[in-house]
């Protein structure tokens, strides 16, 4: 009879062995996929008080500018209904080539 211990041990070796499989790897890291064009990922990691909200900010919301008061931060306008960040003015040309979404 198989115990707990037996079976775990098993899966976890049948994981490992999966995993350092070179077809799984390369599909997984994407190696050697064909590539579509200059595509791009941005990513951004906020920490702290930087939010989405302050990140991307809707212009002429009301309640959003009153829940946020004096914590608003300075930002530039993008569409005319949302506005980026002045921190992150950087990202602003790729904005206007549309490669930012």
Same mark, same amino acid.
């Given at each position: 009879? %198989? $115990?707990?211990?037996?079976?775990?041990?098993?899966? !976890?070796? +049948? *994981?490992?062995? #999966? /995993?350092?499989?070179?077809? @799984?790897?390369?599909?997984?890291?994407?190696?050697?996929?064909?590539?579509?064009?200059?595509?791009?990922?941005?990513?951004?990691?906020?920490?702290?008080? %930087? $939010?989405?909200?302050?990140?991307?900010?809707?212009? !002429?919301? +009301? *309640?959003?500018? #009153? /829940?946020?008061?004096?914590? @608003?931060?300075?930002?530039?306008?993008?569409?005319?209904?949302?506005?980026?960040?002045?921190?992150?003015?950087?990202?602003?040309?790729?904005?206007?080539?549309?490669?930012?979404?």
């Amino acid at each position: 009879m %198989m $115990d707990r211990r037996f079976f775990l041990k098993g899966l !976890g070796l +049948a *994981g490992c062995s #999966a /995993a350092a499989h070179p077809w @799984l790897t390369t599909l997984t890291l994407a190696e050697g996929a064909p590539s579509f064009g200059d595509n791009r990922l941005v990513v951004i990691i906020l920490r702290g008080a %930087m $939010d989405g909200l302050d990140v991307v900010q809707p212009q !002429g919301d +009301a *309640g959003f500018t #009153a /829940a946020r008061g004096g914590l @608003l931060s300075p930002a530039t306008d993008l569409d005319g209904t949302f506005a980026l960040n002045d921190a992150l003015s950087g990202l602003r040309p790729l904005w206007q080539a549309g490669e930012l979404a």
